[in-house]
């Protein structure tokens, strides 16, 4: 049944004015970061002002943020290949075996309020020299992206048929075998997914890296507060720092939009 | 047993044979433990002994420095937390209030857009794409953004309010006003999430009870409340349950937008703002543990509740 021309107008109107108040705030950001300072306080030039770059000169350039970027990528990186190597054989296993109750400690993870282990982790890693380390980014960062993996990738595993792999049991392949050569090649799917969720959550991380990270270890979250200061802000650049540590991964997001919604979405829908 | 055959054996499978080594076997065999036990550690090792400490912590008078001596106080903090009705009770009201019209918002607002785009439409992939970006923007950096469009002076949030005659409003600046605005920022970041989890749930329903009643006459609404909103409801138990876990873990928001202790008056320290600040600006590590844990409890508390609520649904 096609719905009525008045829903469809309705429809119409309600979903602009969705969009418009999802954009609005990003475009309204990304525009305050090619603004002087002097243009962001004339409210007369919201909208016509002649754009400039020096504000992506002082992030990149005087507020050494070329060197936030690589630590954030590779803290990402590391933590996300870490989390995969050892979260999706768990998964798996929890999966065939059905370890529900092994899977709700990894769980846990999500669960736990980050602070209440900061203190412990900040005593240990200190006395072991890491705080300020890559090591203990990585390690913390992992903490976040480790469930997100077993999470995904269970609800993944469940909905992969195990005729596969006996299959591969008759042919001779034995259990590790046919986990490496027929289910890990199916799985690719799942992988990008949990893959592209994990490396996003390491990216955005805020809490963990704002006690873990040293002056030459911060990652991109910790590193906007440099734009603020306590007498005043500096808006176009904490505008650009902003756009600098969004927009990148918004871009993923765009080129990937399936996975992450996938992602984001896994195990929502099952009993 | 019928023999399949796939192209696996082409590629040749190391078959169990006699000659399998040793080690290969005891890995085959012990499997289910040597896949799942490496993550099964890793995350026990970093929760489990730092969580039996910060339950020892709250127990202790411990601060300045962790190194240094502390004293056995029994359930001392607990008795001074629980009493303290300047900090840590007000910090509870926030977080409750916080948690709860965040994701009243988040649902209703959620469920709207989701039945919006429940059916196909030409354009609805780009809609899509709008509803994921605020959702993968760095939260901090979220903050920030907001923090420009609320300044009272120089914000687009009080020229828009100008335009339609409105005057200007002191969004997080206000001592009362700042908690409804970090709210706000909550809702549009996280609509999305309850967006797309509805969405999930809405496509997966069948067809068949719509149908049903539509022939037996049922209005829009009617087939809303009495045929989708129950068969989507167990969907709707999750979203409130995986938005409210981080919605009473808000920190981000809160600390880019209103700095340490949640603002000069404190107007937006919820718990997990309260505890960071004992933590890691006053060093005070008995108290905060102690916050910690009962924080910890009233997770535990809200999450049991929920999923009992769950299953409830799905009889």
């Known amino acids: 049944m096609k719905p009525r021309p008045t829903y469809r107008v309705f429809r119409v109107v309600a979903l602009a004015v969705v969009v418009l108040s999802l954009l609005a ?4 950001m990304v525009a305050a970061s090619f603004k002087t300072n002097v243009d962001i306080y004339d409210t007369g030039k919201a909208l016509v002002f002649s754009p400039t770059t020096d504000n992506y000169v002082t992030v990149l350039k005087q507020a050494n943020y070329v060197q936030f970027i690589g630590n954030s990528l590779w803290v990402a990186f590391a933590a996300t290949v870490a989390s995969l190597l050892l979260g999706v054989p768990a998964a798996y296993s929890m999966s065939r075996f059905n370890m529900r109750k092994s899977a709700l400690v990894v769980l846990m993870a999500r669960v736990i309020p980050g602070v209440s282990l900061l203190v412990p982790w900040y005593y ?40 596969l792999e006996e299959a591969a049991l008759v042919d001779g392949l034995t259990h590790i075998g046919a986990f490496r050569r027929i289910t890990l090649p199916l799985s690719v799917p799942g992988i990008a997914t949990a893959g592209i969720l994990s490396f ?26 440099d734009f603020v200061g306590y ?40 009993g | 047993m019928a023999t399949v055959t796939t192209p696996a054996r082409a590629t040749g499978g190391a078959s169990e044979t006699p000659d399998t080594p040793g080690w290969a076997r005891w890995a085959n065999e012990h499997r ?18 730092p969580l039996a400490w910060t339950g020892y912590l709250s127990l202790t008078d411990a601060e300045g420095s962790v190194r240094a001596e502390s004293e056995f106080v029994g359930f001392r903090n607990y008795l001074d937390v629980l009493s303290d009705t300047e900090r840590f009770w007000p910090a509870v ?14 649902v209703v607002l959620g469920m709207a857009v989701a039945l919006l ?39 687009l949030a009080n020229q828009v309010l100008g335009w339609v005659g409105i005057g200007p409003q002191p969004w997080l600046a206000g001592q009362h006003s700042a908690l409804p605005t970090t709210i706000f920022i909550d809702v549009w970041q996280w609509t999305p999430m309850v967006v ?54 808000t920190f981000d928001i809160l600390y880019a937008t209103k700095g340490r202790g949640g603002g000069s008056f404190h107007e937006v320290e919820t718990l997990n703002v309260y505890a960071y600040g004992l933590s890691f600006d006053y060093n005070e590590y008995g108290v905060s543990s102690t916050v910690l844990i009962i924080f910890f409890l009233i997770i535990i508390g809200s999450m049991w509740a929920l999923t009992a609520r769950r299953k409830e649904a799905h009889r």
């Open chain 1, 25 to 28: 705030p990003l475009l309204w």
């Open chain 1, 200 to 225: 996003i959550f390491s990216w955005n991380n805020f809490m963990f890296a704002l006690v873990l990270s040293g002056a030459d270890t911060k990652t991109l979250p910790v590193a906007i507060f």
């Open chain 2, 117 to 155: 785009l429940w059916r196909p439409f030409k354009g609805q992939k780009w809609v899509r794409v709008a509803i994921l970006m605020p959702l993968v923007a760095t939260p901090v950096a979220v903050g920030m953004m907001w923090r420009l469009i609320f300044d009272p002076n120089i914000g």
């Open chain 1, 231 to 270: 007498a005043s802000i500096d808006w176009g650049g904490l505008m650009a720092a902003a756009t600098v540590v969004t927009l990148p991964i918004m871009l993923i997001a765009l080129f990937v939009q399936k996975y992450v919604v996938s992602g984001l979405t896994a195990g929502a829908t099952k």
């Open chain 1, 124 to 163: 240990v890693f200190s006395n072991l020299k890491m705080v300020g380390g890559f090591g203990v980014l990585i390690l913390s960062h992992m903490f976040v992206s480790l469930p997100l993996v077993v999470y995904i990738m269970m609800g993944y595993f469940d909905g992969l048929p195990e005729e």
């Open chain 2, 196 to 249: 797309l989890i509805l969405l999930a749930g809405l496509t997966s329903l069948s067809e068949e009870p719509q149908e049903a009643a539509r022939i037996d006459g049922a209005s829009t609404w009617q087939r809303f409340r009495h045929v989708t909103l129950p068969l989507l409801m167990p969907t709707v138990i999750v979203a409130i349950l995986l938005r409210g876990i981080d919605a009473l873990k």
């Open chain 2, 93 to 106: 009201g926030r977080t409750a209030t916080f948690t709860v019209v965040a994701l009243l918002f988040e």
């Open chain 2, 32 to 49: 289910k433990w040597l896949f799942a036990a490496p993550a099964m550690i890793f995350v026990a090792a970093l929760i489990v002994f």
